[in-house]
């Protein structure tokens, strides 16, 4: 069940504090089920999100470094940015990803071993009545004549409120993990575990912390973050695609 207070309480404490760069604050840390994560809050009314792969060289970025020339001015305006989505060994996406509405990779549907193909996997996508997630059927049955970004991962974690069917409650899988899920109130939320998780816990989080019906698996073990107002700053290992969150008011 979806608890509207504790999701009241979320917002109040996200939204709390602003960096002396003009740059508010959009990510804080919280604690589910015993767990210690780290949650972002894009704001349709606050925020722009884009994905970005490739640096000026047109080669893949692996990490938040490439940011600033590619961005130029755009850059001091970054809320935070996460990795943002499944890659192969060069860095690329392995599954759909549109970029400033560009598909640069068509969508994935071929069956295959590991997260990415567990299905139902899914798409996360910004198009011009705003931010989404579902699965990748339900996204190509529904597909939107002009997709703005969109990056394809898996598996779910949440569909329409319930858990992806093949997740335990509470299974021995247990890493640091990254996903996406998008509020009723339209926010994209991206959260980050600070300890190991397992899929089910994850998965709560977005259902009765953030109020995110739909929440997709971005990565695991790789997965990183950069939020230049708390001045956390992830390294370790190359990542591919990267969301970025721009604030614009």
């Known amino acids: 069940m979806i608890r509207p207070i504790a999701v009241a309480g979320a917002f109040l404490t996200l939204t ?35 994905l970005v792969d490739k640096s000026l060289d047109g080669r893949p970025m692996r990490d938040f470094t490439g940011l600033q020339p590619r961005l ?25 990803y549109v970029e400033d509405g560009a598909e640069q990779k068509p969508l994935n549907r071929r069956p295959g071993p590991g997260n990415f193909h567990m299905q139902p996997n899914g798409v996360f996508w910004g198009d011009a009545k705003g931010w989404h997630v579902a699965t990748t059927d339900d996204f190509a049955a529904n597909k939107p004549d002009h997709v703005r970004f969109a990056t394809q991962s898996g598996p779910m974690l949440l569909i329409a409120g319930k858990l ?54 971005l990565d695991g073990a790789v997965s990183r973050l950069w939020d230049p107002v708390s001045d956390r700053l992830d390294g370790g290992t190359p990542i591919g695609p990267i969301v970025v969150a721009l604030q614009t008011r």
């Open 16 to 50: 709390a504090c602003a960096s002396n760069g003009g740059v508010d604050d959009a990510c804080r840390k919280i604690t589910f089920e015993g767990t210690s994560f780290t949650v972002c809050r894009a704001d349709p009314q606050k925020h722009d999100l884009m």
């Open 72 to 96: 130029g001015d755009r850059y001091p305006r970054i809320a935070f940015a996460m990795n943002a989505g499944m890659f192969d060994a060069a860095g690329l996406p392995i599954g759909y």
């Open 164 to 217: 992806h069917p093949k997740l335990a409650e509470n299974g021995t899988s247990l890493t640091i993990r990254n996903a996406v899920g998008v509020g009723l109130n339209g926010s994209a939320w991206f959260a980050i575990s600070n300890e190991a998780v397992s899929f089910g816990r994850f998965a709560r989080l977005f259902r009765d912390k953030l109020a995110a019906p739909d929440a997709l698996y």
